[in-house]
């Protein structure tokens, strides 16, 4: 069987899919998916409603607009960059990057940059040694304390291997600029806290996924902890998500717009269907048992930003079954109601284009909202053909400039 992309090229070719492109975003473009079928082996049903979907959600694609793209660390034939989190700092220009070497391998690289993520510096030689043995993929955060004092923490999986100490981490106490090595918090996960969100009353909640004893296998579910002194000290964990016949992970967690909901977007490990997602109306004490998302929202390791106008956007390595930009780093844009109501949203993004074979490898990323309006969508990705392996990159865009291209404004 033919790969769904090259299946989906030939059909739009014979198909005359309508395709927009523009002056100022020469390789920019919409097109309106078509539905191909007999491909998975789905109901009539589901395919219908599949169908109903994409008609629905058109993609607007700026991935080969290069004039966008920064690289940060440059994949090699030797060196794959994998897994990058970013962090914005409150001066809404300073960002910090970090990731791990192979897929799912050791920690060590950080990069910092003081213009909007358009120069970056390494500060791998500032960090501690033995963050270089921190294994799989590192996250970054800024909590501050009950006393108002900020900090930065980096938490990785595991220590030395996949069944060391979990969740190591190292702190800098001055935005960055130096930074030590810290106890591990020894909890047994997957991956670190991919979601980290402070609470109204000044600590934070952290949410992680683990499979049976604490190994990278299903049936996975995801665990809360909470911590009231700024990172140092956590709670027990507490299962949050957990559903039969699928493998909730990496969970996303964000506000509604009425500042009280808690909504959290998870990926779904087995892929069979679509993403997953869960609510909470008590700041985390509670939450709903975990739903499909809409299909446009099906992905591996969300992340999100909510717009000046209300509307959000979530980037993600896009699994949902039938599409177009399957594989590849994208974005969905819509309103919140969209997400509760089981609405398709108003679009997609294809942001980045992975040129890895088989099985897509990309996504882990980094999204933030500058103060220009500017969104910077980091990830990593095979992102031309050829021998080099996997970079650490970024995309850079205006969500008026893809409202133009759709023509909504």
């Not at 500060?123 to 108002?148: M, V």
């Not at 670190?192 to 049976?212: A, D, E, I, W």
């Not at 909470?226 to 027990?236: A, H, N």
């Not at 490898?361 to 392996?389: F, N």
Request: hydrophobic share 35%; aromatic share 8%; charged share 25%.
């Amino acid at each position: 069987m033919k790969p769904l992309e090259v299946i989906y090229k030939e059909t739009r070719a014979s198909r005359s899919v309508p395709a927009i492109r523009t002056g100022t975003d020469r390789e920019a473009r919409v097109t309106i998916p078509i539905v191909i079928c007999a491909i998975f082996v789905v109901s009539f049903g589901s395919l219908s409603v599949i169908a109903q979907e994409k008609a629905n959600l058109p993609i607007v694609d700026i991935s080969g607009s290069t004039e966008r793209h920064v690289i940060i660390a440059q994949g090699t034939e030797e060196v794959y960059q994998g897994h990058p989190t970013t962090l914005l700092m409150p001066d809404k220009k300073t960002l910090f990057a970090v990731w791990c070497i192979n897929h799912g391998g050791l920690a060590g690289p950080m990069a910092k940059s003081t213009d909007g993520g358009l120069t970056w510096n390494r500060l791998d030689d500032q960090l501690p040694a033995e963050f270089k043995k921190h294994l799989n993929c590192p996250s970054i955060y800024r909590l501050t304390d009950p006393d108002g004092k900020s900090r930065l923490w980096v938490w990785s999986a595991a220590k030395g291997t996949s069944s060391g100490p979990g969740m190591p981490s190292i702190m800098s106490e001055d935005d960055g600029v130096s930074w030590k090595e810290m106890p591990p918090l020894n909890l047994p996960c997957v991956m670190t806290f991919s979601s980290v969100m402070k609470l109204k009353n000044g600590s934070y909640l952290g949410l992680y996924h683990v499979g049976p004893d604490g190994k990278d296998r299903p049936p996975l579910k995801v665990l809360q902890t909470i911590t009231g002194d700024g990172g140092f000290t956590w709670s027990e964990p507490k299962i949050v998500a957990e559903v039969e016949g699928k493998s909730p992970c990496e969970p996303f967690m964000f506000r509604a717009p009425n500042g009280n909901e808690i909504c959290c977007l998870m990926r779904e490990n087995s892929h069979k269907g679509r993403s997953l997602v869960m609510y909470s109306n008590d700041e985390g004490k509670t939450w709903s048992q975990p739903v499909d998302t809409p299909w446009g929202l099906t992905g591996d390791r969300h992340i999100g930003i909510r717009l000046p106008d209300g509307r959000y956007v979530f980037a993600f390595r896009d699994m949902a079954i039938n599409s177009p930009t399957w594989g590849h780093f994208v974005a969905w844009v819509g309103p919140y109601d969209a997400i509760k109501k089981g609405r398709p949203g108003q679009y997609r993004i294809k942001l980045l284009h992975s040129y890895a074979k088989g099985v897509r490898d990309c996504g882990y990323p980094g999204l933030e909202l500058l103060e220009d309006g500017t969104i910077v969508a980091t990830t990593y990705i095979k992102h031309r053909p050829g021998s080099e392996k996997h970079s650490v990159m970024s995309t850079r865009f205006k969500i008026s400039d893809t409202d133009r291209i759709l023509g909504r404004k």
